[in-house]
């Protein structure tokens, strides 16, 4: 009898062990797999950008931009040759447009409309589109994309900023999959915005991830220098954006995150400040933030440990995805427990879409959470959060505008329709005559 059951352990942990290496196997390849892959923009700061592609063959590739479309007068070289390009440009004029072109001998590139933006100073106005949970191509992808584009009148300028919020490329974020499910899809998109993407649960092939993107360690993009590829700020005109990494293990508040987070947002002169991450605090979707153990316990935690950091800055909005749902809050503040304590004394502004702060971010003036992780998927959901009254089960995506003064966002459903919309004023005018 023992003699059996030290075979069957054996053959047991021989099994796990084939198991294991094949599954190791499986992760590295999907991870370092080579792809060839049309250039994209990354890095975008006030003077300088990074164009990155992936030739077929080892070549010396060259890109060539300037101020005109058909008068592309500077160009750059790689240095060597490489399957792998990235050539940074620098010097460049703060928030101005140029167009580029890249040339390739192995590779076959469309250069049409081809341009980039650099970040700006001031900015009178700014559109963002964000998705969450896109990573899923077909048809839903491409309708809910197809109604962003109609809201902009299918005119690319009129858009500034596109933000993607974790989860985009199922099932598991390998190098195949980002081709198929982002690169794709969204290729005139690519040809004009850097992707600022955060990272997701299923954007699991973390170092493909991490390859793909190139994200400023330095404060290059603005806000505290991070030395930390996974979280990050942006600043564009009256923008704050603050990306972070919540499928992180350490997300507690003596993390190195938490740390970045609270120096970074005390040192923020922007009028706007937001946060994006990819797990909600506060969602009752496909996932439960009740649950202590839903999502490796990451939504408590980002609840418990990240969410009193947002109420001592005041920021503006979060924008969270996870859930294949939309859900949001109004004005909120200090709730950091499970929905049933949540309460009116959460609530500082009780209005439906139109909600007044000061100008400068102040101590419990409040946050607005947003979660919107339904562009390319949908999931069974019960939507009774306390704290997210405005709730859908529908696909689609996000469209903020930003001035000075206002920030406003618009949830664009998958047939077109604004299923939600609100506006925080910072402009001393009073909400009065604003449904
Ligand atoms: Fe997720």
Not at 2 to 18: E, H, N, P, Q, W
Not at 78 to 92: E, F, M, N, V
């Amino acid at each position: 009898m023992k003699k059996f059951l030290k075979r069957t352990l054996l053959v047991l942990f021989i099994i796990a062990s084939i198991y294991g290496v094949g599954r190791l196997g499986v992760v590295t390849y999907d991870s370092y797999v080579f792809v060839p892959r049309e250039p994209y923009a990354v890095m975008q700061t006030q003077n300088s950008i990074t164009v990155k592609w992936q030739s077929n063959e080892f070549e010396v590739g060259s890109l060539e931009y300037g101020f005109f479309s058909d008068a592309l007068n500077k160009s750059i070289k790689d240095k060597k040759k490489t399957k792998k390009h990235s050539i940074t440009i620098s010097g460049l004029n703060e928030c101005t447009k140029y167009y580029y072109k890249v040339n390739s001998d192995s590779l076959a590139i469309d250069n049409e409309n081809r341009s980039f933006t650099t970040l700006c100073k001031n900015a009178d106005s700014q559109k963002i589109w964000v998705i969450g949970d896109s990573g899923k191509s077909g048809k839903d992808q491409d309708r809910v994309y197809k109604q962003m584009l109609t809201q902009i009148d299918n005119d690319f300028s009129k858009l500034d900023m596109w933000v993607l919020l974790g989860d985009n490329a199922y099932t598991s974020g390998t190098q195949k999959q980002y081709n198929k499910n982002l690169f794709t899809p969204y290729k005139e998109l690519v040809k004009r915005f850097v992707p600022w993407a955060i990272i997701g649960n299923h954007d699991a092939r973390r170092w493909a991830f991490y390859n793909i993107w190139d994200f400023p360690t330095n404060g290059e993009s603005g806000g505290e220098p991070s030395a930390d590829e996974r979280y990050y700020s942006i600043d564009n005109g009256n923008l704050h954006l603050v990306m972070l990494d919540s499928e992180m293990r350490r997300i507690d508040t003596n993390s190195d995150m938490a740390a970045w987070l609270r120096k970074d947002l005390s040192k923020n002169t922007k009028p706007w400040v937001v946060v994006a991450l990819h797990t909600p605090p506060y969602t009752d979707g496909g996932h439960d933030s009740d649950s202590d153990y839903d999502s490796g316990g990451r939504m408590k935690k980002v609840r418990e440990n990240l969410v009193p950091i947002f109420d001592e800055y005041g920021v503006d909005l979060v924008l969270s995805g996870h859930s294949h749902d939309y859900e949001r809050s109004k004005l909120i503040v200090n709730h950091t427990g499970k929905s049933k304590s949540f309460n009116k004394q959460n609530i500082v502004q009780d209005a439906k879409s139109c909600y007044t702060k000061s100008i400068k971010p102040t101590k419990d003036s409040g946050t607005i959470y947003q979660v919107c992780g339904s562009s390319s998927k949908l999931d069974n959901a019960d939507l009774k959060h306390p704290a997210l009254p405005f709730a859908f089960q529908k696909m689609g995506s996000l469209m903020l505008d930003i001035t000075p003064t206002t920030l406003s966002s618009k949830f664009i459903s998958i047939d077109g329709k604004i299923l939600d919309k609100f506006i925080i004023k910072k402009d001393k005018t009073s909400c009065e005559g604003i449904k």
